[in-house]
């Protein structure tokens, strides 16, 4: 697949928005010692993703692959606002303020 068709794209919509209520509806539920290893866990889980990225573009998959480095983008760019990562680069993450 070379394109994001409108069922793809509806596919993506769909599991996003109940994501977003799920999450949305939850309580916050911060555990100090599950952060021990927070940026390992978010390196690990960003490295997985790259890896299903070249898999899919290897196998033509264009679209997941796609998707996959908007995953891994995603979770560098959260880890940022967490503090787990501490970068200086408002072109590479969102939300970074750079430093005056």
Do not use: P
């Not at 069922?7 to 309580?27: H, M, P, V």
């Not at 290897?58 to 996959?68: L, M, P, Y």
Request: overall charge negative; cysteine-free; charged content about 35%.
């Amino acid at each position: 697949m070379n394109e994001v068709t409108d069922d793809k794209l509806k596919k993506y919509f769909a599991i996003a928005e109940r994501a977003f209520t799920k999450a949305k509806e939850s309580k916050e539920s911060v555990k100090l010692d599950v952060l021990k290893n927070a940026r390992g866990d978010f390196l690990d889980t960003v490295e997985r993703y790259i890896e299903d990225a070249k898999h899919f573009s290897e196998e033509g998959d264009k679209v997941n692959a796609f998707a996959a480095l908007n995953y891994a983008h995603g979770w560098l760019d959260a880890g940022v606002k967490l503090g787990i990562f501490d970068v200086n680069d408002n072109k590479l993450f969102a939300g970074v303020e750079l430093e005056k």
